[in-house]
Structure formats: C-alpha cells, structure tokens
C-alpha cells in the first residue's frame, strides 16, 4: 500500500548515511511505475496496480539529506530532495516441512519496509483508537470474506464517527445501483449470529440471578436520605406533603 504521507519502517541498516536503518521512520512519496503499468481508471481514489513499482520513493525521519542522486544535468529527476528509492529485493528460503527434511526452496520479492501504518482487526483487539482519527478499509479482502466479529472490532475502537474515514469507497461512485445491496450486506454482518442470539437471553438471566441483592437500608439512612431528599425538593419548589400522602 502506498499514498503521500503513509508512514513505513525500514527493515535493514543497509544506508545509515541516509538514515534507512531498522525501525527507523520514513514518509511515502512517491512510486515508480513499471512501464508496463496502465494508467489508473478515471475519477477512482484508489488503484490496484498489475506490476510491482520499480521503486517507492520515501522521505526518511532525520536530518536533512538535500540532493542524494547526481543526475546528468538536463535529465528529469522524479526523486525529489531529502528522498531516497527503495528497491524492491528477492529473498529465498526453505519453508519447514511436517518431518524434517526440506521439500523445495521458495522465493519471496517485496520493498524492505515495515507496515508502520496499519493494524489489522485482529491486532486491534481491546485496543481503543481515541487520540486521533483513522483509515478504515472495509471492502472485502481479497482472499476471505468479511466475518461478523471482523466489523465489530474494526467499527468499536474508535470513539464517535467524525473519527473514522474509509480508506476506499464502499460502492463504484458511477454505479450508484450497487448503494443499496452493499447497504444490506453490512446490516446483514451487523446482526448477531443466529446462536449468539439465541445465547444471549440465557446468559442475561443468569447474570441477573448471580447478582447479589441490595441489602436493606436501616432506618436512620432511610430518614437521612429523606431528609436530604426534603432539603433539595425545598430548593426547587417540591411538595413534599403530597408527595408523602400519594406515597
């Protein structure tokens, strides 16, 4: 994921000269596109690219760094002061095998920046997001489907809904039809499940039948507590003598 001003974490020491170091901070620029990539539809906020980027390019917390590339003068230079390009790196490694010995050897390839950014559902558990506002993706993943306790946590941890923006639409702004099935499809996620509902009359009952009784006020609390009762009626233009006689 990547958009101006998307803060990432560096995962190598590989240019401490340039501040990218482990868990140093740095602010998201820029990409460089492939030159396979198609442009973006129009009037979209957001866009799935079909190619890896060449590179990301990202401001790091530090000092300034001023002009890190030298380019032939004339040349267009898309990288722009105090930035620096992050290259995307292959790493290969034998997964684990159930008895021991190696299968095959896998390769992965990504940018080495950590998600500084972002929290998943499941890492926001008993979190409460109340300093600030957040970006909340809810469009169906890509692999799954949004489940019940997924939109409760996700839409609970935050304290009112000024604070919580979409990162993406939730409906094609030029098909305006979609509106109202995607509208049933959370009212749908946001009902209990058909066993929770069923559970919940239970449990209440029993909460309420291990909950100890009050015990009886004494007769000298009662009376204060009428008296204070009095005090305050007296102030406000209460008719304590009616009030005992309906009482």
Not at 71 to 86: K, S, T
Not at 106 to 121: C, I, K, M, Q, T
Not at 170 to 175: A, T, V
Not at 221 to 246: L, M, P
Request: charged content about 20%.
């Amino acid at each position: 994921m990547c958009f101006r001003g998307i803060i990432y974490n560096f995962t190598d020491s590989s240019a401490t000269e340039l501040h990218r170091m482990t868990n140093n901070t740095a602010r998201g620029v820029s990409l460089l596109l492939h030159p396979d990539e198609p442009s973006p539809p129009a009037g979209v906020s957001s866009n799935v690219l079909r190619h890896m980027p060449l590179g990301i390019v990202v401001r790091p917390d530090g000092p300034a760094l001023g002009a890190v590339y030298d380019l032939p003068a004339g040349a267009p230079n898309p990288i722009p002061p105090d930035c620096i390009v992050i290259l995307p790196e292959t790493h290969t490694f034998t997964p684990p095998h159930p008895l021991g010995t190696p299968a095959h050897k896998a390769a992965s390839r990504g940018f080495p920046l950590g998600d500084d950014y972002a929290v998943s559902d499941y890492a926001a558990q008993g979190q409460s997001f109340r300093a600030t506002s957040w970006l909340a993706h809810l469009n169906p993943p890509a692999a799954g489907v949004f489940t019940h306790a997924s939109l409760y946590v996700i839409l609970t941890r935050i304290p009112d809904w000024e604070s919580l923006h979409l990162l993406a639409p939730l409906w094609n702004p030029r098909n305006e039809s979609q509106h109202g099935s995607i509208l049933d499809k959370f009212r749908v996620l946001a009902k209990p499940e058909p066993e929770l509902a069923a559970e919940l009359p239970a449990c209440k009952a029993w909460r309420a039948s291990q909950r100890p009784p009050s015990p009886p006020c004494s007769l000298p609390t009662r009376r204060r507590r009428w008296r204070d009762a009095e005090g305050i009626g007296q102030k406000h233009g209460v008719d304590w003598d009616r009030a005992r006689a309906e009482a």
